[in-house]
């Protein structure tokens, strides 16, 4: 509801006016009478109403008067003078002052209702737009955060606007200097694939939360700036390089402290390991895109340098050739790599891929990219080779197309290098079994080193290739392949068999028994043995003893 207040020195007047005209229809009600203009403005004060409906004639404070005060500390209280007809002159001067409206006396009730619903509508419609107003002022609050950070992901992204930029960063309420220096940090997320791989959406999105509020608790700590995730797996630190002043000594000292400490606090509270790239410092607010690309660049180089690592672009001088070129891959090199696969000559073999990697690390400006689509140039090859000899196999096929996703995971030169010359290892294997024939004799050697090491319970596949001269993964695969078995499977095939036979004789005791054949732990061995003959081992006993 509205509040109305009556002026006007004549009760009849005042009466006819309160109790002749539905004020309720309107959403008005009579919040108070006054007699003159001084009376009013107490009541006004008091009751704070909306509309006045008021005399233009009184004795001590005239209607013109008083409407002029109220204007001036309560501009948003509508104004609708009444008085006689001559009073028009007066009142045309009257209307210029404050008022919305008027009408002559004697007051005619339809003229009123049209004035007081034209006043009405007219309230109504502010009253909706303050609400919206106050509406998206909320909004705009709630929304603060999402607004600074899309403000800093373009400073990163396209530098500092060419206008208004302060009058923008005042608005976010941001302390970003135009002219003050700046570093830029970027923490890189490592091992993402088994990050994420394990996690749901929601998981992922609380992380990420975590990890982001624990940078912004640590630069508030150490120095002044913010922290924004970038990307999934990548978060972005803008500094104050003057934090305690100009960019002294303690200052870059802090910086240092800041990153170990958000790596270290990224391990042991999340679990997570990270690279951290520092840029180079930076003088101006317009240079922070040109920041982030160096950090960033820092960042990339766990590719060559290894992960869990601070990385500072001074570190990095003399990495790079002085005229900024990069060595070029020597494509002669994957001819060699297979000519000693063709050959089965393991010198030769690793002499080529420590050649072929160290061709990609000195080719560090290439990067990432570059160096997977030479490893997956590579690949195609290899596979091509093993066409070309028959010597392709389902669990080969697999193998390779395993390495072909796992490249996109890798983050690191060792790693991937470590994955390509498992496949190659056993590419030769593959190779050198088809061309001497000699398959099912390793798989008789497998199993006869089984059958005889089966009570060793530290017996591990690398043990069995090591006996066989294969690469464990090779061994695995060729024993699947030729026998439909994995070694495992077979292992634990050849102790159940051996325990049958024990618990055929009662001399042996359940532990014994367990223990002559490789296991440690007797309820272990039960439920395997349960699980591989449907029945535990007293049972067997009780019916085959």
């Known amino acids: 509801m509205y509040k109305l207040l009556i002026v006007d020195d004549e009760p009849t007047v005042r009466t006819g006016l309160r109790s002749y005209f539905d004020w309720a229809s309107y959403g008005i009600e009579v919040a108070g009478e006054a007699d003159d203009g001084d009376a009013a403005l107490a009541m006004v004060e008091r009751e704070q109403p909306d509309l006045i409906l008021t005399d233009v004639r009184m004795p001590s404070l005239d209607g013109i008067a008083m409407s002029q005060r109220i204007a001036e500390r309560y501009p948003a209280i509508k104004i609708i003078f009444v008085s006689g007809h001559d009073d028009a002159d007066y009142l045309k001067s009257a209307m210029k002052v404050s008022a919305v409206d008027y009408i002559f006396k004697p007051v005619n009730l339809q003229e009123l209702a049209a004035v007081i619903g034209r006043v009405a509508a007219d309230m109504d419609a502010e009253r909706l737009e303050r609400r919206q107003r106050q509406e998206l002022l909320v909004k705009l609050k709630e929304g603060m955060p999402l607004l600074r950070e899309k403000f800093l992901l373009s400073l990163i992204g396209d530098g500092a606007p060419k206008t208004d930029v302060g009058e923008r960063i005042a608005f976010l309420g941001l302390d970003l200097p135009a002219d003050a220096p700046y570093w830029v940090i970027v923490v890189s997320v490592d091992d993402m694939a088994e990050v994420t791989g394990s996690r749901s959406e929601r998981d992922r999105q609380l992380l990420w939360y975590a990890v982001l509020n624990i940078c912004q608790e640590l630069i508030d700590t150490y120095l002044r700036g913010y922290a924004l995730e970038h990307r999934a797996g990548e978060f972005v630190g803008v500094l104050r390089a003057d934090a305690g002043g100009d960019?002294?000594?303690?200052?870059?000292?802090?910086?240092?402290?800041?990153?170990?400490?958000?790596?270290?606090?990224?391990?042991?509270?999340l679990k997570l390991g990270v690279t951290i790239g520092i840029s180079d410092r930076v003088n101006r607010l317009s240079d922070l895109a040109q920041a982030y690309k160096r950090a960033r660049e820092a960042a990339d180089y766990k590719w060559y340098l290894g992960k869990n690592r601070i990385i500072t672009m001074d570190s990095l001088e003399g990495a790079e050739p002085e005229d900024g070129s990069a060595r070029k891959y020597d494509r002669e090199l994957t001819g060699k790599l297979l000519s000693a696969l063709k050959a089965d000559d393991a010198a030769q073999l690793e002499e080529a891929v420590d050649r072929f990697f160290a061709d990609l690390a000195s080719s560090r400006p290439g990067g990432l990219k570059y160096a997977r689509n030479l490893c997956l140039q590579l690949v195609l090859a290899v596979g091509q080779l093993v066409m070309e000899l028959g010597a392709q196999s389902p669990d080969l096929e697999a193998m390779e197309a395993e390495l072909r996703e796992a490249l996109f995971e890798k983050e690191t030169l060792g790693?991937?290098?470590?994955?390509?010359?498992?496949?190659?290892?056993?590419?030769?294997?593959?190779?050198?079994?088809?061309?001497?024939?000699?398959?099912?004799?390793?798989?008789?050697?497998?199993?006869?080193?089984?059958?005889?090491?089966?009570?060793?319970?530290?017996?591990?596949?690398?043990?069995?290739?090591?006996?066989?001269?294969?690469?464990?993964?090779?061994?695995?695969?060729l024993f699947k392949q030729e026998t439909g078995q994995t070694v495992g499977e077979y292992l634990t095939q050849v102790r159940v068999d051996k325990a049958k036979e024990l618990l055929r004789d009662p001399q042996y005791k359940f532990y014994d028994i367990c223990y002559a054949i490789g296991y440690t732990d007797p309820s272990y061995f039960t439920k395997l043995f349960?699980?591989?003959?449907?029945?535990?081992?007293?049972?067997?006993?009780?019916?085959?003893?």
């Open 415 to 477: 790693e991937t290098k470590r994955l390509t010359e498992s496949y190659l290892s056993s590419v030769r294997d593959r190779i050198r079994e088809k061309r001497t024939g000699k398959v099912a004799n390793v798989v008789e050697r497998v199993r006869g080193f089984i059958e005889r090491h089966y009570a060793d319970g530290n017996l591990t596949v690398a043990d069995i290739g090591k006996a066989v001269y294969l690469s464990p993964t090779y061994v695995s695969l």
């Open 530 to 545: 349960k699980k591989a003959t449907g029945v535990t081992p007293s049972a067997y006993r009780d019916t085959h003893a």
């Open 247 to 269: 960019a002294a000594p303690d200052t870059a000292e802090a910086l240092f402290a800041l990153v170990g400490d958000i790596r270290a606090s990224l391990e042991r509270y």
